[in-house]
């Protein structure tokens, strides 16, 4: 079973500044899809970034990018230039199948 | 591009009582997902559709909890009778590609 693990449940960044989520999984399969998905208060998921795992290049989104780590089975992001519509719960996603195995989050807050 | 839709967005019932929740997904999107997600936890994958049969149900408490996609398109999801550990944000997700798109959830609260 693919278990993912986040080893963070609160995270606190400035404005401006730039933050790192970590994010670790475990799998036995070679090719797979990780995911950060942001959930804000009002609740609704909204993908912020996507990896494939037969990728050696780390995805980049404007202000979002990762640092994947096939062989340490990590996959961290950073959030550069911090904005206050950042803060919300941010979820590292493992694809099985079609469907997702979620982590359990990290709390992001972002201080004026 | 409308996105997913689901209806209620909270409901609140006493224990050993019926709801249902509705979702239609995004048009044209072939698979459809519920998910439960209890506080402080990520969300659980509890049915997977493609078009209007069956995936994955493994992880649906089969003896109370019951979906259905008739035609295709919109899904329901049932709970019969409800218990306090039901509890939490219903999320429907449709997928194109490998990008699933979520709805807003329906918040079940179980007294």
């Known amino acids: 079973a693919q278990t993912v693990t986040q080893s963070q449940p609160e995270m606190s960044v400035q404005e401006a500044e730039t933050v790192t989520l970590s994010c670790t999984y475990d799998?036995?399969?070679?090719?797979?899809?990780l995911f950060w998905y942001k959930q804000p208060p009002s609740r609704q998921m909204i993908l912020v970034i996507r990896?494939?795992?037969?990728?050696?290049q780390n995805a980049t989104e404007n202000r979002f990018s990762v640092n994947f780590q096939k062989a340490a089975k990590s996959f961290s992001l950073k959030i550069s230039d911090s904005q206050l519509g950042d803060a919300a719960m941010y979820f590292c996603a493992y694809r099985r199948g079609y469907a997702l195995n979620f982590g359990k989050g990290t709390s992001l807050l972002v201080t004026p | 591009e409308a996105g997913v839709a689901q209806s209620p967005r909270y409901k609140i019932i006493e224990k050993r009582q019926s709801v249902a929740f509705w979702c239609n997904p995004i048009?044209?999107?072939?698979?459809l997902y519920w998910y439960q997600q209890i506080l402080g936890q990520g969300p659980k994958l509890l049915i997977q559709f493609q078009n209007n049969g069956v995936v994955d149900d493994s992880q649906l408490p089969k003896d109370r909890f019951s979906a259905e996609r008739l035609k295709g398109v919109d899904s329901t999801l049932k709970i019969q009778p409800a218990k306090l550990e039901d509890s939490a944000v219903y999320l429907c997700a449709s997928r194109r590609g490998e990008t699933q798109y979520f709805g807003p959830g329906t918040r079940l609260l179980v007294l």
């Open positions: 990896q494939e795992a037969y990728k050696q």
């Open positions: 799998t036995s399969e070679s090719d797979y899809y």
């Open positions: 048009s044209g999107h072939a698979t």
